[in-house]
């Protein structure tokens, strides 16, 4: 089944009413914040000297966390990667010399550098104050080989899909079936030759 933002899963979403603090604001968390940012390889090429520049990321938000009435944070945060993932489809569309390939960057920042962005309920969207450095992030997730011709074709229909058509949705759904490989940031030059 799909959640209100175009994501597969078998939670089952609860509607209580999301908390606050006494500002009225909906914090992440006090500590470090575990987001995933959508990117794209040319993206990853000025990685070292300028960081991954990115207005938006995902992360599991406490309205996340209360749109479901089950779902441990393993399956909460693979929501808010596939949310990225899908996200990384709109900037390949934008993108049309990138690599046919969907980024996603994990990384660990400063829960002051995370802002709670929109807010709804259900949402995983964050807002990002600053580049993500390199010494903050915990992985990159790219797809391979593989998926190429399955994420070329959904990246050509994402905002149809996003719109509600179901033959688009279909193509979403088929580079969804593929699952992002995992790098270190020390593989950094590894992984730019193999997907550029």
């Given at each position: ?8 899963h078998d ?6 009413p999301p908390?606050?603090d ?24 000025r ?5 991954l520049a ?10 996340l ?10 399956e909460?945060?693979?929501v808010?990667f ?7 489809l ?19 920042l ?8 929109d ?14 450095p ?22 050509d229909?994402?905002a ?8 688009a949705?279909?193509?979403?759904d ?6 992002l490989?995992?790098?270190d940031?020390t593989?950094?030059?590894?992984l730019?030759?193999?997907a550029?």
């Amino acid at each position: 089944m799909y959640d209100g933002h175009g994501v597969r899963h078998d939670l089952r979403p609860c509607r209580r009413p999301p908390a606050v603090d006494e500002a009225g604001r909906r914090p992440v968390t006090d500590e470090l914040v575990r987001v995933y940012v959508p990117a794209t390889v040319p993206m990853l090429t000025r990685l070292r000297a300028e960081g991954l520049a990115a207005d938006e990321a995902h992360a599991v938000t406490p309205a996340l966390r209360e749109w479901y009435a089950e779902g441990d944070e393993e399956e909460l945060e693979y929501v808010a990667f596939t949310r990225a993932a899908q996200d990384a489809l709109h900037l390949l569309r934008a993108d049309p010399n990138a690599p046919r390939r969907r980024v996603v960057v994990s990384a660990d920042l400063p829960a002051g550098a995370v802002g709670r962005g929109d807010g709804e309920l259900g949402s995983s969207t964050v807002t990002l104050s600053d580049a993500v450095p390199v010494g903050a992030i915990a992985a990159i997730h790219v797809d391979g080989a593989d998926a190429v011709e399955d994420v070329t074709a959904a990246a050509d229909v994402v905002a149809e899909a996003a719109a509600g058509d179901p033959d688009a949705q279909f193509a979403v759904d088929g580079a969804e079936d593929h699952e992002l490989e995992w790098y270190d940031v020390t593989e950094l030059d590894q992984l730019l030759r193999a997907a550029s």
